[in-house]
């Protein structure tokens, strides 16, 4: 059962432009920061999105549970399209998707208490009296291993260790009793040592509370551990998807490859040879023409920078974008 189902979704910023370039140039330029963006999660799974920064993953992400709105397109929480949402019925609706956000630290306001930030959610959705709001949020607590939540209810985010606040803010997305959350790199602002015990919580609260995940990520050693598949995103565009076996071990497009060649092997005699991709992701405002990777791509041939390929069915349950398939 398809859960999200994101169909063709376009979401472009406006370029601010100075006085002078407003005068000389009428024509009004975009950030592309997702351009016509089609994929789906099924319920219960965990589909991780990767790629370098800057290929629209976040923005992405913040569309999926309408934190903005999309340009274009439509995005389907279990068959609604919550895109044209508004008001009040996009308040309800958000009692059933949550967004964590990858720095704990400024995602907490500061002068909130511990347990008032874990609590907000339920006050901002009129749920409770505040007694019962206080004793959810201290359950919350327990449940994310802060213990005992008597000892964190009263505490600043200042008071906290990198760690804690990351599971802080798990607890304040998991409170509603949401079905789907898009954590965006829930671990890359807490130690090494830390990582394995947030994935481990995520993971824990996936099975208790029957969750959904979109993850987030950059660090695709982390992705494999987690998730079911993976999406991989470049300037906008989702240019692959596949099992997490199939991608991990025979990734077909060129980008993937690249990706997939810069994680780590413990034995350096064994370090995979596929070319990590070279130079800098170029602007959203004015992408290549063609397949956007062209520029690129070790294996660019002449039809490249010609024709923008189309995301297309290579067996086994994947898709990718290139002229190569």
């Keep these: 059962m398809k859960l999200v189902e994101v169909k063709n979704v376009k979401k472009y910023f406006p370029v601010q432009k100075g006085f002078i370039d407003q005068i000389l140039s ?120 802060l213990s005992p939540a008597e000892s964190f209810y009263d505490r600043l985010p200042h008071q906290l260790s990198g760690g804690q606040k990351q599971r802080v803010v798990f607890g304040r997305a998991i409170i509603l009793n949401p079905e789907f959350v898009v954590t965006d790199e829930p671990v890359a602002m807490v130690d090494v040592s830390i990582k394995a015990q947030i994935l481990e919580l995520m993971m824990d609260l996936k099975k208790e509370l029957d969750l959904t995940y979109l993850f987030i990520s950059h660090d695709l050693a982390t992705s494999r551990y987690v998730c079911d598949h993976i999406a991989i995103m470049y300037l906008g565009r989702i240019i692959e998807i596949a099992d997490r076996d199939q991608i991990y071990e025979d990734p077909l497009h060129p980008y993937s490859q690249g990706l997939m060649s810069a994680i780590p092997i413990p034995d350096p005699k064994a370090q995979k040879a596929a070319a990590i991709p070279q130079g800098e992701i170029p602007s959203p405002i004015d992408p290549p023409s063609g397949c956007r990777f062209h520029p690129r791509c070790p294996k660019a041939f002449d039809r490249c920078p010609k024709e923008d390929p189309e995301l297309k069915n290579a067996g086994n349950g994947r898709v990718v974008a290139c002229h190569l398939y």
Aim: charged share 30%; glycine share 12%.
């Design 26 to 145: 009428r024509k009004q330029t975009y950030v592309r920061a997702v351009d016509d963006v089609s994929f789906y999660v099924k319920k219960g799974e965990v589909l991780g999105l990767a790629g370098e920064s800057g290929s629209g993953k976040t923005t992405m992400g913040r569309l999926c549970v309408r934190l903005i709105a999309p340009t274009e397109g439509q995005i389907l929480f279990d068959g609604k399209d919550i895109a044209p949402l508004k008001g009040e019925e996009l308040r309800l609706m958000k009692r059933r998707f949550q967004f964590t956000f990858q720095d704990p630290t400024s995602s907490l306001n500061p002068r909130l208490s511990i347990g008032e930030a874990v609590g907000d959610a339920l006050k901002l959705q009129g749920i409770g009296d505040k007694d019962e709001q206080a004793f959810r949020s201290r359950e919350v607590l327990e449940r994310v291993g």
